[in-house]
């Protein structure tokens, strides 16, 4: 194609909004345009690229036996009704209303709409299993666009669906897309590492990331040493040793203490000891309004997502305010590790009863002798404190937040935290889908009904091509994977070569090669700088210079060589 | 693929709600299911047609030299506001507002999307013309869904829109488009006519439909015998021919009437004249409140649409009521063709300003000397009345309905009546949206700032899926063109036959022939009907009485012969 004829020009302007690489580079190469906030047009030059790793993708799916279909934008509302989704989906879910009153949503995931087109089906276990996927738009209602394609509110996502007869049958499945993930990743110019994570919104108890790892990613994961264990931040465990197993628990006592002692800062500086042996109390609201009081080492966080898994309140706690604090009897700085209550009762917000003050136990509590805090007042502490003995909470779990440096779950290796982009991600979903919804069932060999373990597996494709390019750039523009490079190559034109250049471009396309002449009037200057920003793989100069040869480079090299057309063709195809 | 695995299986149950025969066939085969009325699955068998179908579309839009891009899904409104769309889009505009108050409308054309891409531009003439397109789902509240794809209220359309620097170079890419649609539509196995249509609700002067012949089509328009006229019935125009030339006009006279003569039937009898002697007037009331009186000749009907045209109030006729004609001093079966007034005045309905009483005369009022009728009361009628002697309207226009039979506009042939399903259009643009968008402009190679000229073209791929379907059937089932199979060959394994199948089933794969391989422990009956249904273009059966060879019908044939899997694989491939 010609570049005097694409639709999308690049511009020399540095684009507002975001810093990301990618977004500059996308934008001002003329691959993607923003129409508002978070919704991109994808010109030409763009849509070529998104179009390719579709093909990989669905390349992929299919030669794992999965099935491509479509199912409808806007999805029946009743049916996010039916797994009570409506207000849980973890993003805002858009909805619209027909001329009939009819409402919808728009599609965000697809869990209902294809558990609905498949319980319209009589299966049997003989049809069984089946993994069906559709590319479709989605729509996020984000409170806040990154700019560029990392985070969008509207993007096109190739999303499967897996349906078995058990759990057995689906982990062949888990384990086989995980497999076709990688390699969809590799064949796009991408290593990723699978990281463990929170299942979240999606229902199901696990599920696993495709993080590429980079600085300006939103994920959070750890990493150990040996590479064995890669997990989310949101879930990540780490071994706890003890820190003074010789030491023998003393006796308890309440001792004064200095006014100015208030923070932990404070605390280590009086009793010149480490944040580790000192107790802290973090506090939280869940929506019924119950409090909740994590005790916890003091030199460890509390992960609030751990916290909310254990108590199976996800996506239901909030840090206490002063006015719970009062409501129990306390204020910031002065938490006990026991005993607050309500002072006067407090009615749970939808339930019929009395909000609860729970207490909870971080593991790492067990891992010291003679814990100082647990009742600090204003110009007193207690000193000596040993959980199990001094007190005890009814719930004791890992809540602690992992941090780099870390041991490993198994202790054998040293955790190093990571930030990465979430390019795609495989859902386990066992029943959660096929036993809130009626009739989500086939007929097993028994003869009876019984409902689909299921599994569904995402890959987001704006995110994806903008990751590349974070990945593969220099200063110059992007330097795109052969895979999905818009065009092979790029040829320039320069004043008087104009006719070599149409044969050296009849020639290539005769090939079967893709071509995008820039065969505008502009200065070399500006049609070499257009071409490094553009990224094409392989590069074609022709001048009045190398009469009817051509200069050949390829994008990430400094080094050019003359050639024929014939040797340029076997540089470009061969490499 | 094998059956077996394939989601989505066939059934016998006649399907409700629709009995048109795409609609039995696509849904009893498996190809599609309803999500909603007028909303859509695409399963995995259809879904392959349709993306054939795609495929064949983009390759001669690119071949034309279009551009494949996308636009986002949600149109921000203030865009359809600014073109004064989102009231008058002879559709029903979806919209939906996001959590930050943001308003976007589902898009169900994207003009103004493309518009708005394009003046993020600095655009010279040089740049001049393009044609950019996408693939993307278009959302219609239509009031009502016909059952299966023909009317529905999501589906994928083919838009394409080309910006060009004047009216002459706009009218190559429109000739240009016009041919590619015949070539695509015949890829698909489609004739198509192009008929001259109304423009609607897209703005512009005129467009072109491409029309396939079907008895229950929604679309209505008129071919000349010698089928160089082909219109649209809401523009068709005819020629008229003086009733009776010979004839002198005679005086006006006023004569007494029996009081049982009412209708243009009584008045038939009465007089023993046919209908195209008399005077009809027929009364509408515009938005504003005016009452229109169109007087035509007694054998014609008014055309509402080209009524609507002449008198620039597009959409907003309807015909007046009883009150509507009491408020101009008369009653139904006694409007009188010329002196009616308000009895007392009326306000219009936005404008500061007076109703009117508009007279509209119908060509057709100078083809018969001396009429009948014009002032007709309860005993009493005018007789010889001239038009252009003894009245005269303030416009005159050519409002009446083409019928079937009537003389061809340049009068050397005859119109037959056709029904047709609309499976594209091509529109001409102008300057309509660059007019109303603001910097929706160019640089002109006299440096001044220009509107592009610009012209779209739709196709809606669903909806000619279901017309494929429609055209390409017999009894038992569809019979798809080749060249949009979902696969070229449907194998059929009898039991007993199952090694000898995988053998065929992986040569014909080998040499790239799709091939769906009904490997189900059915019975013959039921896979012989299966395939019919199904519709694959070549029929294979293997079974032991054929030892190695197999057994190939032609899915439109009723002879079968039996060769070797060699053999076969020509038949499939050359035909």
Request: aromatic share 10%; glycine share 8%.
């Amino acid at each position: 194609m010609k570049y005097s004829q694409l639709f999308g020009k690049t511009s020399k302007t540095k684009i507002g909004g975001s810093d990301l690489i990618s977004h500059q580079y996308l934008t001002r190469g003329g691959f993607i345009a923003e129409s508002v906030a978070g919704r991109y047009f994808f010109l030409p030059l763009g849509w070529r690229v998104h179009e390719k790793i579709k093909a990989i993708i669905a390349e992929e799916m299919n030669a794992a036996g999965a099935q491509e279909m479509i199912t409808p934008v806007l999805h029946p509302l009743e049916l996010w009704q039916e797994t009570n989704r409506t207000n849980t989906t973890g993003f805002e879910l858009m909805q619209v209303t027909d001329r009939r009153g009819g409402k919808f949503a728009l599609g965000g995931t697809a869990e209902e709409m294809m558990v609905d087109v498949v319980r319209k089906f009589q299966h049997t276990y003989k049809d069984l299993p089946f993994n069906i996927y559709q590319f479709s738009t989605k729509f996020r209602d984000e409170a806040r666009a990154r700019g560029g394609l990392l985070r969008v509110r509207e993007f096109t996502m190739k999303d499967a669906y897996s349906f078995h007869p058990n759990e057995e049958n689906f982990k062949l499945e888990y384990q086989k897309m995980s497999e076709v993930y990688h390699r969809i990743f590799e064949r796009l110019g991408l290593k990723t590492l699978k990281v463990e994570a929170d299942n979240g919104y999606i229902g199901g108890e696990y599920c696993h990331e495709f993080q590429v790892v980079h600085p300006k990613g939103e994920g959070r994961f750890f990493v150990s040493e040996d590479n064995k264990y890669v997990s989310h931040e949101d879930i990540a465990t780490f071994q706890l040793k003890p820190i003074n197993p010789e030491e023998t628990p003393a006796k308890i006592e309440f001792i004064e203490q200095p006014k100015w002692v208030k923070t932990m800062e404070d605390n280590q500086k009086n009793y010149q000891k480490p944040a580790q042996f000192f107790l802290k109390n973090v506090v939280y609201r869940s929506e019924q309004g119950d409090i909740i009081i994590v005790t916890i080492r003091g030199d460890l966080e509390v992960n609030k997502i751990k916290l909310e898994r254990v108590l199976n309140l996800v996506g239901q706690l909030e840090e206490a305010t002063v006015e719970d604090l009062t409501a129990i009897g306390t204020q910031p700085g002065y938490v006990h590790s026991w005993g607050h209550k309500f002072v006067t009762p407090r009615k749970a917000a939808s339930e019929n009863r009395d909000c609860r003050v729970i207490y909870v136990a971080d593991y790492s509590l067990k891992t010291v002798t003679n814990f100082i805090g647990g009742q600090k007042e204003e110009t007193t502490d207690s000193i000596n404190v040993n959980y199990g003995r001094d007190f005890t909470h009814e719930i004791e779990a890992d809540v602690a937040l992992a941090q780099d440096g870390f041991l490993s779950p198994d202790g054998s290796s040293v955790l190093r935290e990571e930030r990465g982009i979430e390019v795609g991600n495989i859902f386990q979903l066992g029943y959660h889908y096929s036993n809130l919804m009626k009739n989500a069932t086939f007929i097993d060999s028994d003869g009876k009904a019984k409902p689909y373990y299921m599994g569904c597996y995402g890959i987001g494709l704006g995110r994806t091509m903008a990751t590349i390019v974070e990945k593969h750039h220099d200063d110059a523009g992007i330097i795109w994977p052969k895979t999905i490079a818009p065009f092979a190559v790029h040829l320039i034109s320069l004043n008087g070569a104009e006719e070599v250049a149409q044969e050296v471009y009849d020639y290539l396309i005769n090939n079967n090669v893709e071509v995008l002449w820039d065969d505008r009037s502009e200065s070399a200057g500006r049609k070499f700088a257009d071409a490094d920003l553009l990224g094409m793989p392989n590069r074609l100069v022709v001048s009045p210079r190398n009469e009817r040869r051509v200069e050949y480079k390829a994008r990430q090299s400094q080094e050019s060589v003359v050639l024929s057309k014939e040797e340029a063709l076997e540089k470009i195809v061969y490499g």
